[in-house]
């Protein structure tokens, strides 16, 4: 079984200030268990042996939430088995929530079903403490999303919805999506304390819960209806708002870029996650768009 990366649409940073938040899978990348030769396991392995070892500590302390089937994760361990993934670490992708979501499903004695929609916020908190190995703290939105595999809309008071969301656009539609990546390896909690720190001035935090929250909920409900034209302009106007309110956060080598999409009104750019680096996250016209796009040609929806 394959667990994908994950991609948050819409929603970066505004949710922790009453906005919804839409995220997705994204099957570009992905990641899976896969056993190697025992001398070669260790280099692959990582930091799997300490994090089975945190995870029994949580387990043993009654703060984990489920019991995990770790003598048997143990074993494997020794038998060679490793995460074989290309989710690309510190760009927001979800790696780390790819690896939670995937040990939740082959060790958790009785896991919570992915249809169990009433026991979403519980599974959530589980996989958030899971991924605290990784990050420190961690809301567990990203294995989550793994998790179920589907598209999901995060409400600011904690409830939460899995969507059946229309096909990405397509080359003719006139309008595609598209990922750049901006080669630079970050963490998201300095850029969240920057916005949780630029909030406290009253200008900000007006432009942000007058303007910008609005505004992406306007644009979650046009990629929900599928109304591409419309989500464009919508596109074009959170990445004007971004590139005021959000412009430590976007790579200096990145900066014009994002001017020359706003002034030729061919695309646009906007983070995509917390920023400082990792992937930038654009809507273009088809035929338009930077020559170095990787394009999401594919419904990130599960089958």
């Not at 074989?84 to 958790?108: E, M, T, V, W």
């Not at 703290?137 to 919805?161: C, E, F, H, R």
């Not at 229309?166 to 595609?176: E, K, L, R, V």
Request: hydrophobic share 40%; glycine share 10%.
């Amino acid at each position: 079984m394959t667990f994908s990366s994950k991609l948050l649409l819409f929603g970066e940073h505004t949710i922790l200030r009453g906005s919804a938040a839409l995220a997705l899978p994204l099957p570009l990348f992905s990641g899976t268990w896969a056993y190697s030769t025992p001398e070669n396991a260790p280099a692959l392995q990582r930091n799997l042996e300490e994090w089975c070892q945190y995870l029994a500590e949580q387990q043993s302390k009654g703060a984990l939430g489920v019991e995990l089937d770790l003598s048997r994760f143990r074993e494997d361990l020794a038998a060679g088995l490793y995460f074989d993934s290309n989710i690309p670490n510190g760009y927001g992708a979800g790696s780390s929530g790819a690896l939670c979501a995937a040990l939740y499903a082959r060790y958790a004695l009785q896991p919570i079903e992915r249809t169990d929609a009433a026991r979403y916020p519980e599974l959530k908190r589980i996989l958030g403490q899971m991924e605290s190995f990784f990050h420190g703290s961690s809301s567990g939105t990203d294995p989550l999303i793994v998790y179920l595999n589907q598209p999901v809309l995060l409400q600011a008071d904690g409830s939460i919805q899995t969507l059946e969301v229309p096909d990405w656009p397509i080359a003719s539609d006139g309008y595609q999506f598209f990922l750049l990546d901006t080669s630079i390896q970050r963490s998201t909690a300095p850029w969240v304390n920057l916005f949780l720190e630029r909030c406290n001035e009253v200008a900000y935090l007006q432009s942000i819960q007058q303007e910008l929250i609005p505004l992406t909920e306007q644009a979650i409900a046009g990629f929900r209806a599928g109304d591409w034209p419309g989500l464009f302009e919508k596109w074009e106007n959170l990445s004007a708002l971004q590139k005021v309110n959000f412009a430590p956060m976007i790579p200096e080598s990145f900066q014009a870029l994002w001017a020359e999409g706003l002034k030729g009104g061919h695309f646009a750019l906007k983070l995509c996650g917390a920023g400082g680096g990792g992937f930038l996250l654009g809507m273009g016209r088809t035929g338009h768009l930077p020559s170095n796009a990787i394009l999401l040609e594919r419904i990130a929806n599960s089958e």
